[in-house]
């Protein structure tokens, strides 16, 4: 077996094109509709399938990997993009290339050619399309990282970050689940973000004063804590980790203004159908993933749990979820995107 983040540094090591970010957002939007790994003698190849961003195309997307030398081999992918870089950058990779490949990091871990390899569990940095692992890039920064991190439990409920609170570092959540949240007048709450292995929490502080926002934990949940003044002095010392955050959180603003369009432009009815949606492609590939209360999906949604209940039972009437209690199951995702097409 290999470590998946050895699988990461061996591609961003290996390909050029620096979209990691917008790959990301795909294989986050599960666009990646499949992948097929085949092997002959060293050589290891993933043909993929990813569904464009406006849902009109499908591209075809193939990676080959040399298993001996760890090494990227050889990029194609039919969209545009990667036919204008062909030549002019060595193994480019375009979003839908980058998609694929966090797409089969976990089947790829597993590859009987990396057999040899041994996997050190302990690591923070071993899901498939861990931002921090993308961020890093180079083992190095990931031991030195690691080394450096302080381990805390919170029960279910409690608070991790408060608006207000002096930044003094950031967290990556190892196990369980959390929710970013900000509180507006009165009772109001909103969610910004749900959290699952991996990912950053209390980034969006660096080179603030104080938290803008909260952080709740959801169930049982532990983190690792790193010092942010200790990350700034890895930032300076790391230009390579400094683009890549740029990157990210170019990318964060991206979907942060989108959110906000969609607060302004959608109804009621869409705005819980994106809510669904948005839950669907946090957990989706969780083993327990959290059971979200009507008042949880209201503060995703920007409105009343009251009207959750009420769009939801119209949703389980047309056949499109189904209704287990607390529990919601997605019986037809198409026909809630097709709710939600307008603002994709």
Request: hydrophobic residues 35%.
């Amino acid at each position: 077996m290999i470590k998946e983040d050895m699988l990461l540094q061996i591609f961003n090591e290996g390909t050029s094109g620096k979209r990691h970010a917008d790959g990301q957002r795909v294989f986050n939007n599960d666009l990646v509709s499949s992948v097929n790994i085949t092997s002959e003698e060293n050589m290891i190849c993933l043909n993929g399938f990813v569904i464009s961003e406006n849902l009109f195309n499908e591209y075809t997307t193939k990676l080959e990997m040399d298993a001996d030398k760890k090494s990227i081999f050889s990029t194609f992918c039919s969209c545009q993009d990667y036919e204008k870089n062909e030549f002019k950058k060595r193994n480019y990779c375009c979003k839908h290339l980058v998609a694929t490949y966090y797409k089969a990091v976990e089947e790829l871990s597993n590859h009987e050619l990396f057999k040899d390899e041994s996997e050190e569990s302990t690591k923070i940095f071993k899901s498939d399309g861990n931002v921090l692992s993308i961020l890093l890039g180079e083992e190095k920064n990931k031991e030195e990282l690691n080394k450096k991190k302080e381990i805390i439990h919170f029960k279910k409920g409690e608070t991790i970050i408060k608006t207000g609170f002096i930044v003094d570092g950031f967290y990556i959540l190892k196990s369980g689940y959390v929710k970013v949240m900000k509180k507006g007048y009165g009772k109001r709450k909103q969610t910004f973000r749900l959290c699952k292995h991996g990912d950053i929490i209390g980034h969006r502080a660096i080179n603030r004063d104080y938290y803008p926002i909260d952080a709740i934990s959801i169930t049982d949940s532990t983190l690792c804590f790193f010092d942010i003044n200790y990350f700034y002095d890895l930032l300076e010392k790391n230009p390579q980790l400094t683009y890549n955050l740029l990157l990210f959180m170019a990318d964060e603003l991206y979907v942060s203004e989108k959110n906000a369009r969609n607060c302004n432009l959608m109804n009621v009815r869409e705005l819980v159908a994106n809510a669904l949606l948005y839950i669907d492609s946090v957990y989706r590939h969780e083993n327990n993933p959290p059971v979200l209360s009507r008042s949880d999906i209201a503060e995703l949604a920007s409105t009343t749990k009251e009207q959750v209940s009420k769009y939801l039972s119209e949703f389980q009437n047309e056949k499109m979820i189904e209704l287990k209690g607390k529990k919601i199951v997605i019986l037809n995702k198409s026909k809630l995107e097709k709710i939600v097409e307008d603002y994709l």
